[in-house]
């Protein structure tokens, strides 16, 4: 991370342009994500070299490796183009949805749609407090 935050400043990939507002006070690199997402992939591969896993053995890790690439290419996406943020919010319900479809939810309530609902509730604000760092 240290290492790409250097690279990112000395490429200047920091400033997301005058005329676009943003919460924080100071300039950041806009594509950290790279760096997260590296990580993640390789962090991943050590899991499924250590344990001898094949992708299809376990059906909520690849879900989850689904989502997080999905949500890194949103991220980029944003960063590069600046993108609007009802697409930005259908790509996050999509991630929510892609985690339900691979049986990765929140199991609090003896309704289904409920748990549903606040996975898809939960995924999306995660999304955006990770997008606000």
Same mark, same amino acid.
């Given at each position: 991370m240290?290492?790409?935050?250097?690279?990112?400043?000395?490429?200047?990939?920091?400033?997301?342009?005058?005329?676009?507002?943003r919460w924080a006070s100071t300039t950041k690199?806009?594509?950290?994500?790279?760096?997260?997402?590296?990580?993640?992939i390789l962090a991943a591969l050590a899991f499924f070299i250590t344990y001898g896993l094949s992708p299809n053995s376990d059906g909520g890790? #690849?879900?989850?490796?689904?989502?997080?690439?999905?949500?890194?290419? /949103?991220? !980029?996406?944003?960063d590069a183009y600046n993108t609007r943020p009802l697409l930005k919010f259908?790509?996050?319900?999509?991630?929510?949805?892609?985690?339900?479809?691979?049986d990765v939810h929140i199991n609090l309530f003896d309704i289904a749609l409920l748990d549903y609902f #606040?996975?898809?509730?939960w995924v999306v604000g995660?999304?955006?407090? /990770?997008? !606000?760092?």
């Open positions: 240290i290492l790409y935050k250097k690279y990112a400043r000395k490429i200047e990939v920091e400033s997301p342009g005058e005329n676009v507002v690199p806009t594509v950290g994500g790279i760096s997260f997402f590296v990580a993640f890790f #690849l879900g989850l490796v689904v989502v997080v690439t999905l949500g890194f290419f /949103i991220g !980029l996406q944003d259908l790509g996050q319900v999509t991630c929510a949805v892609i985690m339900i479809i691979y #606040l996975t898809i509730f995660i999304m955006n407090s /990770i997008n !606000l760092l």
